[in-house]
T-cell receptor, first 112, second 115 residues
Framework: DQQVKQNSPSLSVQEGRISILNCDYT??????FLWYKKYPAEGPTFLIS?????DKNEDGRFTVFLNKSAKHLSLHIVPSQPGDSAVYFC???????????FGKGTKLSVIP | NAGVMQNPRHLVRRRGQEARLRCSPM?????VYWYRQLPEEGLKFMVY????????ESGMPKERFSAEFPKEGPSILRIQQVVRGDSAAYFC?????????????FGPGTRLLVL
């Protein structure tokens, strides 16, 4: 049961350009959405989140957009830097739930 | 300010042996979560524990797997009679409180390889 789909397994972007990572979900009970970043041989690190009552949340170079009617969210990174090269996981959560539901991830490569 | 610690980082077991994975949460955190990541997959929730209590083990296989978080010491995920399909990365996370907007902080994981 794939409740979270990150359809692009990988993405390559030139340094300084915008990276856009997409995520689709099926469970309408999800009401809080997180993005985690993961480097090889490390655990996931929290990056940014958004509540379902908002459609945009910005933190420095990172912006997350949520389209609830389409059950779609995206993470924008601008400008992209080589240190952003990692696997990014879209992680929705249900109301009051502690269980995180991870997608398969998108591997971002930022080329210097 | 140490983060979540897991050991060992790598563990090799033969089929039928036992695997014990340890997790020390961040200081001040009393809630521990275990996740498993199979190859080419996202992390999947296994179990949620507070000190001396299992709160939710709905993601844990019914047989051979057990978890504990004693009053003193780390949380332990125990896999008895391991099989090749248990080969995966096991991640522990902790939080000060559970809740809808509480961030879970992850450890570096234990990579289990069953020969």
């Amino acid at each position: 049961d794939q409740q979270v789909k990150q359809n692009s397994p990988s993405l390559s972007v030139q340094e300084g350009r915008i990276s856009i990572l997409n995520c689709d979900y099926t469970n309408s009970m999800f009401d809080y959405f997180l993005w985690y970043k993961k480097y090889p041989a490390e655990g996931p690190t929290f990056l940014i989140s958004i509540s379902s009552i908002k459609d945009k949340n910005e933190d420095g170079r990172f912006t997350v957009f949520l389209n609830k009617s389409a059950k779609h969210l995206s993470l924008h990174i601008v400008p992209s830097q080589p240190g952003d090269s990692a696997v990014y996981f879209c992680v929705p959560r249900g109301a009051g739930s502690y269980q995180l539901t991870f997608g398969k991830g998108t591997k971002l490569s930022v080329i210097p | 300010n140490a983060g979540v610690m897991q050991n060992p980082r790598h563990l090799v077991r033969r089929r039928g042996q036992e695997a014990r994975l340890r997790c020390s949460p961040m200081k001040g955190h009393s809630h521990v979560y275990w996740y498993r990541q199979l190859p080419e997959e996202g992390l999947k929730f296994m179990v949620y524990l507070q000190k001396e209590n299992i709160i939710d083990e709905s993601g844990m296989p019914k047989e051979r797997f057990s978890a504990e978080f004693p009053k003193e010491g780390p949380s332990i995920l125990r896999i008895q009679q391991v099989v090749r399909g248990d080969s995966a990365a096991y991640f522990c996370a902790s939080s000060p409180q559970p809740g809808a907007e509480e961030t879970q902080y992850f450890g570096p994981g234990t990579r289990l390889l069953v020969l």
